[in-house]
């Protein structure tokens, strides 16, 4: 019992203590704010499924193309990639923007080509439909909030004493899909 009435024995217990509290509050308060952003990116009416719905077009234009002879290897692969990182509920939002700025290279490319190919009268309605889509579903995109909540996460919790705590306790912060 002599050895914890020492004062540096005490300091160290004491100091071990506030860590250990200070790593489990982290966790705890980060790994909650993380997991509502994920929400957010994830849920109903949200970035991922306005990704999701973005696939179906690209099917519909990869048919018109393919009918057409056009090399739509490009598009399928970045499509395939999308599907696959929304399909495991990614949450690495940098790669996933990759991917998806991958797509909307390869679907201005090929818009590009299909337009400027005589397409039947049938065709050019499911491309005008589908790009139409397209491009709505580009907007919505670009002027959802997710980013903006991350920002405003990042900036309430992006100390570098934050950062390195949320390193420790196995916390990912999220990064903005842009």
């Known amino acids: 019992m002599k050895f914890f009435r020492k004062r540096s024995v005490a300091l160290v217990l004491c100091a071990l203590v506030v860590l250990v509290s200070t790593l489990v509050n982290t966790r705890w308060k980060l790994g909650n704010d993380c997991e509502k952003l994920k929400e957010a990116f994830y849920g109903a009416n949200s970035l991922a499924s306005q990704l999701e719905s973005l696939l179906p077009e690209e099917e519909t234009l990869a048919g018109v193309a393919e009918r057409n002879g056009l090399d739509i290897g490009g598009m399928r692969e970045s499509a395939g990639m999308l599907r696959q990182l929304l399909r495991d509920h990614s949450y690495d939002a940098a790669s996933i923007y990759q991917v998806y700025d991958a797509l909307r290279y390869e679907l201005r490319a090929v818009e590009q080509e299909l337009l400027s190919s005589g397409l039947s009268a049938e065709d050019a309605s499911a491309v005008s439909r589908s790009l139409e889509k397209v491009h709505t579903l580009q907007a919505s995109i670009a002027s959802a909030d997710f980013n903006e909540q991350v920002r405003s996460f ?10 390195v705590l949320a390193s420790l306790v196995g916390v990912r912060l999220p990064e903005v899909f842009a």
Do not use: A, E, H, K
């Open 154 to 163: 990042r900036s309430r919790n992006g100390s570098l004493f934050t950062r």
